[in-house]
C-alpha cells in the first residue's frame, strides 16, 4: 500500500511541475519573439525531469530559458520567416486557378512535413548542446531523413492535443503546452535515454 501510495504522489507531483512550467512558458512567451526559446526551455525542462536532476522543475525551467534566450533567437528568427512563408504559401494557393490549387496542394503538404520535421530535431539538437545555425540546419535535415516517423508522429499527437484543447476549453490554460512539449520529449529523447541505459 505505502508503495501505490508513493507512486500516486510521484504521479501527482510531476502533473503540478507539468501545470506549473505551462504557466511559466505562457509567461515567458508573452513577447513573441521569446516563443521559440521559451518552448526549448520547456521540453528540456521536462527532459530534466524525467532524469530525475534535483533542481525543481521550475528553476530548472528558468536557468534553462536564460540559457537557451540569446541563442535561440536567432534561430526563432529564421523558423518565424519560413513559417509567414509557408502559410503565405498556403493561403496564396486558395486564390489560384483550380489546376495550380491541385498542383501547390501535396507541395505544400510536403514542404509543411519537411518544415515540422526538421524543426523537431532542430529543437533536439538545440537542447543537447549545438548552437551554430548552419550546422543544426545540416543535422536536423540529415537526421529527419533518417528517421522521419518520429516527426509525424509529433506531428499527428500535437494535432490531436490541440484539437481536444479546442473543444476541452479549459485543458489549454491548464497544461496544453506541457503536453507539447511532453510529446516531444517523449519521443526524441526517452527512447534513447532507455536505448542507452539498456
Known sequence: MVSSNNKLFEVLEYIVDLVLLNFLFIICSLPLVTAYPSFVALVGAIKDMSDEK??????QYLKLFYDYLKKGLKIWLLLFVI?????????????LPTALQNFLLPFNVIVTLLFLGV??????????????LKTLIIVS?????KQPVKPLLITVINGLIVVLSIYLRFVPFIISFSLLAFTYYFLLFARDHDAENN
Do not use: C, H, N
Not at 534535483?54 to 528553476?59: G, H, L, Q, V
Not at 535535415?141 to 531523413?145: A, L, P
Open 83 to 95: 513559417s509567414v512563408v509557408i502559410i503565405g504559401d498556403i493561403i496564396a494557393s486558395f486564390y
Open 119 to 132: 524543426f523537431s530535431y532542430l529543437m533536439k539538437l538545440f537542447i543537447l548542446g549545438e548552437d551554430r
Open 141 to 145: 535535415f540529415f537526421q529527419y531523413f
Open 54 to 59: 534535483p533542481t525543481p522543475a521550475w528553476r
